[in-house]
């Protein structure tokens, strides 16, 4: 079972994520956020820690760096049973990550639009939002990851049922809905740049 203590939220599409976000504030989760959903927090009442006071480094060339950072990827890469891990960790002052509450720039909306441009398509490419989500899904077995805001109500019924924690079985099914999701994500992006590299 892994214990919620300190949340990653950044989403483009905010449906309820206000109301999961004052649930779990409710089991003492800290919450680190960046952007328009920090805004969204604090208005909602939510104490959150900006991702840039929590690495001590800036957002930086338009918010494409803000997320790509040791203490973020060391927080959620990190084996929480490997003394190794642990001691590079402290060494480091990296502070364990334990959800991820992320969905990915809107890129499909965007080359939708009509008139979407080359440049306005690049643009909407998410780095930080897939690795942070690779990063999560690949450590399961400390760390939950929701990529779809239709898992808020059961990640939070098992949070009741257990304490605060949640099961590597629901871990392990989210960390695969997230492989899927970028996976597919990835599939639409160079199937448009292929569509459009000779125009």
Known sequence: MAKIKRA????SDKAGVADFAKELDAFGVEFLSTGGTAKMLREAG???????EYTGFPEMLDGRVKTLH???????????????HIKVMKQHNIENIDMVIINLYPFKQTISKKGCTLDEAIENIDIGGPAMLRSAAKNFESVTVIIDP???????????????????NTNFRLA??????????????????EENLLK
Not at 8 to 11: A, G, L, Q, R
Request: proline fraction near 3%.
């Open 8 to 11: 990653i939220i950044s989403v």
């Open 46 to 52: 939510i104490k959150v820690k900006d991702i840039s």
């Open 70 to 84: 040791p203490k973020v990827h060391g927080g959620l890469l990190g084996v929480r049973s490997n003394p190794e």
């Open 176 to 193: 695969v809905k997230v492989f899927k999701t970028t996976h597919e994500y990835d599939g639409m992006i160079s199937k448009y740049l």
């Open 150 to 168: 239709a898992d808020y109500k059961t990640v939070l019924d098992e949070m009741k049922r257990n304490n605060g924690e949640v099961s590597r």
